[in-house]
């Protein structure tokens, strides 16, 4: 996959790093910054959860009964989106775009 990306190792091992850091930061701070800007929906907070911090992220919401569900099918369909435009690639995007 690496290189339909055009990445070397080191880009590899540099967005690894990027993606688990995001999930430690929202994991512990996702719910703080939310409570903090008085957001309270629970849909609101379990999709902004759900798709900036991942499985991290997502599981920091397992006390939220409310926001949980939406968190995992943010989740979820970050990953189904990023897997097809993966599959897509850069000329695939491109043509769809016009």
Same mark, same amino acid.
């Given at each position: 996959?690496?290189?339909?990306?055009?990445?070397? +190792?080191?880009?590899?091992?540099? /967005?690894?790093?990027?993606?688990?850091?995001?999930?430690?930061?929202?994991?512990?701070?996702?719910?703080?910054?939310?409570?903090?800007?008085?957001?309270?929906?629970?849909?609101?907070?379990?999709?902004?959860?759900?798709? +900036?911090?991942? !499985?991290? !992220?997502?599981?920091?919401?397992?006390?939220?009964?409310?926001?949980?569900?939406?968190?995992?099918? /943010?989740?979820? !369909?970050?990953?189904?989106?990023?897997?097809?435009?993966?599959?897509? !690639?850069?000329?695939?995007?491109?043509?769809?775009?016009?």
């Amino acid at each position: 996959m690496a290189k339909m990306l055009g990445l070397d +190792s080191a880009g590899c091992s540099m /967005a690894v790093v990027f993606v688990v850091i995001t999930g430690i930061f929202g994991a512990s701070f996702g719910r703080k910054i939310l409570t903090s800007l008085n957001v309270t929906d629970p849909i609101t907070r379990g999709l902004a959860l759900g798709v +900036s911090a991942h !499985g991290l !992220g997502t599981a920091s919401l397992k006390d939220e009964k409310e926001a949980f569900p939406f968190a995992a099918i /943010a989740m979820a !369909g970050v990953g189904i989106f990023s897997t097809i435009l993966v599959g897509v !690639g850069g000329k695939g995007i491109k043509a769809l775009l016009g």
